[in-house]
């Protein structure tokens, strides 16, 4: 196992808005938002007939939700092109679908201040199961239009061979 080390003279936690997702061993570009990595493990009550009358709880499933990815809408294929290995229009009649390669591990980074990789997630068995290449359209409004993917997963891990980077001096 890993062991941890504490830069001690950094006392801010990291910020939300620096990191970057890779896949098929390139970064995907533009992604500006990503949901929460979130897990839920059921409970499960139990009680022995002899006990008094309160139960015991223990693990029980474990789910992974799933996870959205956002971005501008740009000439980059990657989203729809990744969509598409799950179900695809005009491929003929039950050739719609491939479950040879439609799955893929991602990375999420996430980095300091001063640019460096502070945090490494990684997510397990990702596949697409919405996908939507552009937003409402409003010609009264003023904003881009967002393209996102929903991912499910089954399961994400920190990788503990990322340490805390030495966060440069200005001196």
């Known amino acids: ?19 970057r997702v890779k896949w098929d061993g390139r970064y995907v570009a533009g992604i500006s938002k990503v949901s929460a990595l979130k897990r839920t493990t059921e409970v499960v009550k139990h009680r022995h007939g002899g006990d008094p009358s309160t139960s015991r709880k223990s693990p029980g499933r474990t789910e992974f939700d799933a996870i959205t990815l956002e971005r501008g809408v740009t000439h980059d294929p990657e989203f729809e092109r990744w969509a598409n290995r799950v179900w ?20 999420l980074e996430v980095y300091n201040e001063a640019g460096q990789v502070a945090l490494t997630y990684k997510i397990y068995r990702c596949w697409v199961s919405e996908f939507q290449p552009v937003a409402d359209f409003d010609a009264n409004a003023n904003a881009i239009s967002i393209q996102h993917i929903k991912l499910e997963n089954e399961g994400w891990e920190r990788d503990l061979t990322v340490v805390e980077p030495t966060e440069p001096t200005l001196a």
């Open 1 to 19: 196992m890993a062991e941890f080390t504490v830069n001690a003279l950094r006392f801010d936690p990291y910020k939300n808005f620096k990191f």
């Open 88 to 107: 695809s229009f005009g491929a003929g009649l039950g050739a719609e679908t491939s479950l040879a390669d439609f799955r893929k591990d991602i990375l």
